[in-house]
């Protein structure tokens, strides 16, 4: 018996390589995004205005650690150094990545 749900008529396997495939580029980005919403320790990335000038081609490009201190949807988050005392701008998740002790 074949089934004729809405599903299995609109069922495109090209569209549907294509869905798949762009998830799976995607699959890093989910995963690291949702390490960072747990609140665990992340690095910030060094932008070109808080790059220290002196510190030349040689300088750091991630600067931590620091801890999640509030999740400001969506994928905005507010940072606290280790002593507690908080960054004062938001920063993108784009823009932070887990640390690992």
């Known amino acids: 018996m074949k089934l004729n749900s ?3 008529k609109t069922f495109n396997k090209e569209s ?6 762009e998830n ?3 699959f890093e980005e989910r995963r690291n ?7 665990e320790s992340v690095l910030r990335k060094v932008l070109p205005n808080t790059r220290d000038p002196r510190a030349g081609v040689l300088g750091a490009n ?11 949807p969506p994928r905005t988050y507010k940072l ?3 002593d ?5 701008r938001a920063w993108n998740a ?5 640390y690992h002790c």
């Open 33 to 39: 995004i949702a390490q960072i919403r747990t609140g």
């Open 84 to 88: 507690k005392t908080v960054v004062p």
């Open 62 to 72: 991630w600067e931590g650690p620091y801890r999640i201190a509030k999740v400001i």
């Open 6 to 8: 809405f599903r299995v």
């Open 16 to 21: 549907n390589e294509k869905a798949m495939a």
């Open 94 to 98: 784009g823009h932070l990545r887990k």
């Open 80 to 82: 606290a150094r280790m």
């Open 24 to 26: 799976m580029d995607l």
